[in-house]
């Protein structure tokens, strides 16, 4: 063999060698890895097949639970009788005679019966020092007995590679890793256990309720009080109905807007609380919760039912402008947002519809109007035009007479329409005691009618009223605008009703 062929030989011999050498240390080092990772410093979530339980355990066999954290102390225990309707039901130590909140209960009583662990941080922690982890003194301790079966479960710090805390089961050296849910779920404050509906949803999902609205408050000369509308009062009454359910019957009588309707009325109904702060409240609470001298007193009453509500001092909670608040059915005290509590701003003037009264003119046979000592009558009637509208019926058109003549029924359209848009003020708490500076009535094809009168008050100001209801304001411009329109209707002109 020559030189060169022995060279090679060699040569190859020690490549293999190499190979050999480097696959050994690869494998060293994968086991040694391996080896790292069962020691526990931080091992690979648990898969979906693994039984990553804690604690497994029926919730109908609890005996107690006692939590001990942060946010306050607490026992849950299963109550001798069940509530109506349930096979089993829980009660909460001192809190006898409370209204509570018992699937909130169930839930948290079902996050501790059924613990389960994200990850195995340390099969055994014998030795070790558990400060490290929060362990040393949990910031959360759950006791708990399942048909005599006692469970303590110790809470620590945050947990460091994934999102948890860190969690030991007494007589288990076990260290876990938890979801942070199980502590949010069981370190509460004990008053999240109380019911906070303040009004269930109306029974009758498919209409409303037809509620009686009154709003006492110190800054108010008088009550508010809101009604369903006495359709009696106006000749064309389901219309007038259909344009405002709701009226004002103190401090006047007269329409409510029926833009504020739900956010005045309907919005408390299926609502709940932000907290729950004290229970039989002491009178140094009241005062400090601003309850013994209310900001509002609202009463709602419907379908021979009802509920008073005491508004007090304005609270914030987490960014969210509340209020204090009692019900007359119970003895907490709630935090509610404001949105749901409107009356403790609005006034009677902020309430009334802006249009005091609403005639459809398809349903007027005949409109007057007088000024002046001036009276004109116009003479209506609905005349199909052959066609259908957007509800599938058949369509008209109004025709319009003056002293036996047929008016431009387009254009007396727009005079109806100025009529129709005087813009209330406000209420009016002024008596009255002038005569009309114009009257105008709506006779409608029912055989009823609508009367609107407007009184001079001085300083630009009218008192509209309706059917005798002297109930709200407008400027005068209104009236000298209607009247001066009418005349360009009357000579034919083109009607503008800006005012």
């Not at 109550?79 to 909460?92: C, I, K, M, Q, V």
């Not at 419907?302 to 003895?331: P, Q």
Request: include cysteine.
């Amino acid at each position: 063999m020559n030189k060169k062929v022995r060279n090679l030989i060699l040569g190859g011999a020690c490549v293999v060698v190499l190979a050999a050498a480097l696959i050994v240390i690869l494998v060293l080092s994968q086991q040694q890895d391996s080896e790292d990772n069962t020691s526990g410093v931080v091992s690979a979530l648990v898969e979906d097949e693994v039984d990553n339980s804690i604690i497994d355990e029926e919730v109908e066999a609890l005996d107690y639970l006692t939590v001990q954290g942060a946010n306050g102390s607490y026992t849950i225990r299963m109550a001798e009788e069940p509530e109506e309707g349930e096979d089993y039901s829980f009660t909460l130590d001192g809190f006898d005679g409370l209204p509570l909140d018992r699937s909130t209960i169930r839930s948290s009583v079902s996050t501790f019966a059924n613990a389960n662990y994200l990850d195995l941080v340390f099969e055994d922690t014998a030795g070790m020092d558990l400060s490290t982890y929060g362990l040393t003194e949990p910031s959360t301790t759950v006791t708990a007995s399942f048909g005599g079966r006692t469970y303590t479960l110790y809470l620590g710090g945050a947990t460091s590679g994934i999102t948890g805390r860190y969690c030991m089961l007494e007589g288990n050296p076990a260290l876990y890793a938890v979801s942070n849910s199980l502590a949010s779920t069981l370190d509460v404050n004990p008053n999240t256990y109380l019911d906070k509906t303040i009004l269930d949803s109306y029974k009758n999902s498919e209409e409303d309720p037809e509620v009686t609205l009154t709003i006492h408050r110190p800054d108010l000369p008088e009550d508010i009080v809101v009604e369903p509308t006495d359709t009696s009062r106006y000749g064309d009454s389901s219309l007038t109905t259909m344009a405002s359910r709701y009226e004002m019957t103190s401090p006047v009588v007269t329409l409510v807007d029926p833009d504020l309707e739900t956010e005045l009325i309907f919005n408390i109904f299926g609502s709940d609380a932000e907290d729950v702060v004290a229970s039989n409240p002491t009178q140094a609470q009241l005062e400090e919760y601003g309850l013994a001298s209310p900001a509002a007193v609202v009463t709602m009453t419907w379908d021979d039912t009802g509920i008073v509500l005491t508004i007090g001092n304005e609270v914030t909670l987490d960014g969210t402008a509340c209020r204090y608040v009692m019900k007359d059915d119970s003895v907490l005290v709630y935090v509610v947002d404001e949105e749901l509590l409107p009356w403790v701003d609005y006034t009677a003037d902020d309430l009334v519809s802006s249009i005091p009264l609403v005639p459809y003119i398809q349903n007027v046979s005949a409109m007057t109007i007088s000024f002046n000592g001036e009276e004109h009558t116009f003479h209506l009637s609905q005349v199909p035009t052959g066609g259908t509208n957007a509800n599938g019926e058949a369509a008209t058109e109004t025709h319009v007479e003056y002293n036996g003549s047929e008016l431009d029924g387009d254009n007396f359209a727009v005079w109806y329409q100025l009529v129709m848009s005087c813009q209330a003020n406000g209420i009016n708490r002024s008596e009255v005691t002038s005569d009309p500076v114009m009257t105008v009535t709506y006779q409608y094809s029912n055989g009823t009618t609508d009367t609107v009168q407007y009184y001079d008050m001085g300083n630009r100001v009218i008192v509209v009223s309706v059917n005798g209801a002297e109930a709200v304001t407008t400027s005068i411009s209104f009236v000298n605008k209607v009247q001066s329109e009418l005349q360009k209707l009357l000579n034919g002109e083109e009607v503008n009703m800006n005012w």
